[in-house]
């Protein structure tokens, strides 16, 4: 690791009283309670329900704006046997909202799948959302389509919109990101998105995916209620897991989130497609939010960020275990690539970070030359981790080397959003166009505006947040005693606390203590195993990437230390056993 990085301050999450009297009330253990009343959550959500969501707790699709008359736009097409587009993003998210329409509209609701058209923009060539390049994509395509779903995106597109209707094309927006301040695309037939304010769907923090299938499963009330027999769409919620965890919504905040995450992992681990039954053996049995969130979908996000995304929509609607064993080497050889540009990519990012830093500078705006934007969103999030600040990696757009691509990435209390819009507003001639969310975002800027567009980003920053929001943070659920730790301990934190994801994160402790012993692992020896005494008790556990290779450890047999850990389990040829995952480490003062 670079030196001179600032050193994270570690904190105990704040315990909500009342919160965690409600959980004792209702008979959840001591430390079970403590935990999710350390965590966001929702009034009216009580701690059972938390803790056992059900998919009969999910909102009504009904209570979205404008569904009855995406859903009676939907059926004319299949009664018409219309062409359909499918239009996504590149993303997991988008990629999963794709599987859910596909599989929908043709084995549930029996459309043609020769009369099914599916775009994706390519994240390189033609960048975020329904773009210019999409829209001619889909109006030179025969036969043209005469009715566009989109999904994940759509909700900042009004010009490209407009253009698809002046040529009698149908929009359905399906989207989950945050409304523009000049609103709904009014050139949409419909727009669903929980975060209009004339939308009644109580539930602003569901993922891309999840909005694509309540509009499925309200186009199945109303065939059935048209006396059609069509099973429930609850099958095609494994992809909505995976999409809901890859996303990094909250699983705090949303019922829905957990539910259907819980039930989509159970689908996962049944094997019943054949895209799951090709991983599942690389996987780590019972099936964990963390698999869905570090193994399943980086491997599906890297189609979207080196290439077209096709591959992974083809590998989740395999129709054999052949293909999906094809589409899944595709896959991986795909993500190792991944892997070594993006480890390129934020060695770069990081030395220029840390000139920012050293000027005391509140957002990091890096322009790389050499960029490669298909991994900038992930470098930008281990940044942000690293320095405790919003984050902008931005390089050449391919092809138009006179425009720069960013993506950005926020930490907790600053609002992305928010942020590039009061940039918009104070000039409006300083980007493209963007998009986004509290957490993340993309932008376009002109490359002579760079400099501009810097300068306001830190003026907003200084402006609007606190000095105390921006530095590295390392959140935890307080003091651990090691005679606590054991099998049966790590065991009910899964057990009752599963799915895991933002705001809902694995508890991680804190221990301090002496090394005395520390173990390289690994091909390229940066992880370690760390033996520590802690009074008269020996713990141990794995500490990854806890330096960069051929540069020593900086620590040794005999400091002094304080860790902060996660009590993880490992199953080995059956067996569960304590595998515990160092977090964080530092040398006591």
């Not at 056993?577 to 977090?583: A, F, G, T």
Request: hydrophobic share 40%; glycine share 6%.
């Amino acid at each position: 690791m670079i030196k001179d990085l600032p050193r994270p301050k570690i904190k105990q999450r704040t315990v909500d009283t009342k919160r965690e009297n409600q959980s004792l009330e209702e008979g959840v253990s001591a430390l079970i309670a403590r935990i999710i009343a350390s965590r966001p959550f929702l009034e009216d959500v009580s701690p059972k329900e938390l803790l056992s969501p059900k998919l009969k707790s999910l909102d009504s699709p009904q209570q979205l704006a404008d569904i009855e008359k995406a859903v009676s736009r939907i059926i004319q097409a299949l009664e018409n046997n219309e062409v359909i587009g499918i239009e996504t993003d590149h993303d997991c998210d988008g990629q999963t909202s794709h599987a859910v329409l596909v599989v929908a509209l043709t084995e549930y609701f029996g459309h043609s799948p020769s009369r099914l058209k599916s775009y994706i923009g390519h994240r390189l060539k033609e960048g975020y959302g329904l773009s210019r390049s999409v829209v001619n994509r889909i109006l030179e395509d025969s036969p043209r389509p005469t009715l566009i779903i989109t999904a994940d995106n759509g909700s900042s597109d009004e010009d490209q919109i407009a253009e698809l209707k002046k040529v009698g094309i149908d929009v359905i927006v399906t989207d989950h990101h945050e409304i523009p301040a000049s609103g709904i695309p009014k050139s949409a037939l419909a727009v669903l998105n929980p975060t209009r304010e004339d939308c009644h769907y109580p539930d602003r923090y569901i993922a891309g995916c999840m909005v694509a299938w309540l509009l499925m499963a309200a186009t199945r009330q109303a065939l059935v209620a048209r006396g059609k027999e069509i099973p429930s769409l609850a099958p095609c919620l494994d992809f909505v897991a995976v999409g809901t965890i890859a996303d990094c919504v909250s699983i705090a905040r949303s019922r829905n989130n957990r539910a259907v995450v819980a039930y989509g992992m159970k689908l996962i681990q049944q094997g019943l497609r054949p895209c799951w039954r090709a991983i599942l053996s690389q996987l780590s049995l019972p099936l964990s939010s963390e698999d869905l969130g570090f193994k399943i979908g980086p491997l599906l996000n890297s189609d979207g960020r080196l290439s077209c995304a096709f591959g992974s929509v083809s590998y989740l609607l395999s129709e054999n275990d052949e293909q999906a064993a094809q589409w899944i080497t595709h896959l991986q050889e795909q993500n190792a690539q991944r892997k070594s540009i993006q480890d390129n990519i934020t060695q770069l990012a990081l030395v220029e970070g840390l000139k920012q830093y050293q000027q005391g500078k509140r957002g990091l705006c890096i322009f790389l030359e050499d960029g490669h934007a298909g991994v900038h969103g992930i470098s930008a999030s281990r940044l942000k981790d690293l320095f405790g600040r919003p984050i902008i990696i931005f390089c050449a757009k391919d092809n138009e080397p006179l425009l720069l691509t960013g993506s950005a990435r926020s930490v907790e209390g600053v609002h992305l959003k928010q942020v590039l819009q009061k940039v918009a507003t104070q000039d409006p001639t300083v980007m493209e166009r963007f998009g986004g969310h509290q957490g993340a975002a993309g932008l376009t800027i002109q490359r002579a505006k760079f400099d501009k567009f810097a300068q306001l980003f830190e003026t907003v920053l200084q402006e609007d947040y606190p000095e105390a929001l921006f530095g590295p943070v390392i959140w935890t659920d307080g003091k651990f005693n090691l005679d606590d730790l054991t099998i049966n301990f790590a065991e009910e934190l899964v057990s009752k606390l599963e799915p895991f994801g933002r705001e809902f994160e694995f508890p991680t402790f804190e221990l301090s203590g002496k090394i005395v012993s520390l173990d390289l692992l690994g091909q390229t020896k940066t992880h370690a195993r760390v033996g520590l005494a802690v009074e008269d008790l020996w713990f141990e556990a794995v500490w990854f990437n806890c330096k960069r290779a051929n540069e020593p450890l900086s620590v040794r047999v005999g400091d002094k230390v304080k860790v902060v850990f996660a009590p993880k389990l490992q199953t080995f040829r059956g067996q569960r056993k304590l595998n515990c995952q160092i977090v964080h480490l530092e040398l006591e003062e």
